[in-house]
């Protein structure tokens, strides 16, 4: 619901930096969670926006734009074990979380 | 502590069967949710409750049935369950305040409906 976007995979090298864009709609937003999850595992908690801007965490980071309904999350010095499904999460009215399709990222040597 | 543990972890019934998931917390979350999760596919909404009243229910079929006995407690019923129910039921909590309402999420149940 509420047409959250997300690439479905993207492919990057060890080392390197890679961002994941997030659209969608912005009536009734509350806050954007990124959340990591491997296959057959449960979501787990990357990072979250509320108010526009940069928020830094370790080799994580998030962005948002709430006028344009845009979030990325940046993930810089790539290990392999990054690789997983990427979900985004938005939240309305508080307690109405939608997720995106999420975006498979494939880690290479 | 962010911890959400979720019994059992793996369930196999029939379609006649009566069975429930569990789900604990103790981290003082006032929020509680249940998700339904198909393989390749993002956690669907299914349930909220808050402050152990029901919230939020995203037009569930009725052989499904939430219930919260305690704050940190959530349970979801399951009866004459079809097939393509067969999935990963996942619950989480969140602190129900403000903006920051980050979800933690347990490990969640494998589902088979034979």
């Known amino acids: 619901g509420q047409n959250i976007d997300q690439p479905t995979e993207m492919t990057a090298t060890e080392g390197a930096i890679v961002q994941i864009n997030c659209t969608y709609q912005t009536s009734g937003f509350n806050g954007l969670f990124w959340y990591q999850q491997h296959a057959g595992e449960a979501p787990t908690f990357l990072s979250y926006?509320?108010?526009?801007g940069l928020e830094e965490k370790g080799r994580f980071s998030s962005f948002l734009s709430r006028s344009k309904g845009y979030s990325y999350l940046l993930l810089k010095e790539l290990q392999m074990k990054d690789s997983a499904s990427y979900l985004c999460?938005?939240?309305?009215?508080?307690?109405?979380?939608?997720f995106g399709s999420g975006t498979k990222l494939n880690v290479k040597p | 502590d962010t911890e959400v543990t979720q019994t059992p972890k793996h369930l196999v019934m029939g379609m006649t069967n009566k069975k429930s998931l569990k789900c604990e917390q103790h981290?003082?979350?006032?929020?509680m949710y249940w998700y339904k999760q198909k393989a390749k596919k993002p956690p669907e909404l299914m349930f909220v409750?808050?402050?152990?009243?029901?919230?939020i229910n995203e037009s569930v079929p009725s052989r499904f049935s939430p219930e919260c006995p305690n704050s940190s407690l959530l349970n979801l019923h399951l009866h004459a369950l079809q097939p393509e129910d067969s999935a990963l039921y996942l619950c989480?909590?969140?602190?129900?305040?403000?903006?920051?309402?980050?979800?933690?999420f347990g490990a969640g149940t494998r589902l088979s409906v034979l």
């Open positions: 409750y808050s402050y152990e009243k029901l919230s």
């Open positions: 981290m003082g979350h006032r929020a």
């Open positions: 926006n509320v108010l526009d």
């Open positions: 999460a938005v939240g309305y009215n508080f307690n109405k979380f939608y």
């Open positions: 989480a909590s969140s602190q129900d305040k403000g903006a920051k309402n980050i979800q933690y």
